[in-house]
Nanobody, 125 residues
């Protein structure tokens, strides 16, 4: 069982930057593929960024060029850096993990197996 705990959300102004973190349960030894999803109020959950076990990454068009997904295997922590934030980035951001490639899951619009509880990001204009 994988346990994921997000942190780093908050209220920011448009144009600001933010880094989200996701701590993976220390009892997890498997190198999962991981990713970030978000869900705005009244909207569907969508993939934002993904990083596979071999380092392959994928970004949604909406954040391409102003985001970076990284992971620190030693610290068992996943990060998402968002820059030039826009009001439309306002959402609850979820960390996720799966045995399969997260880049493929997000590309196909499929939801992964393991989820965190989410961290809220609010961007004001």
């Amino acid at each position: 069982q994988v346990q994921l705990v997000e942190s780093g959300g908050g209220s920011v102004q448009a144009g600001d930057s933010l880094t989200l973190s996701c701590a993976v349960s220390p009892r997890t030894d498997v190198d999962y593929s991981m990713g970030w999803f978000r869900q705005a109020a009244g909207g569907e959950r969508e993939g934002v960024a993904a990083i596979d076990f071999d380092g392959r990454t994928r970004y949604a068009d909406s954040v391409q060029g102003r985001s970076a997904i990284t992971k620190d295997n030693a610290k068992k922590t996943l990060y998402l850096q968002l820059t030039s934030l826009k009001p439309e980035d306002t959402a609850v951001y979820y960390c996720a993990a799966d045995d399969d490639r997260m880049t493929t899951l997000q590309k196909l619009g499929m939801l992964p197996r393991y989820w965190g509880q989410g961290t809220e990001v609010t961007v004001s204009s």
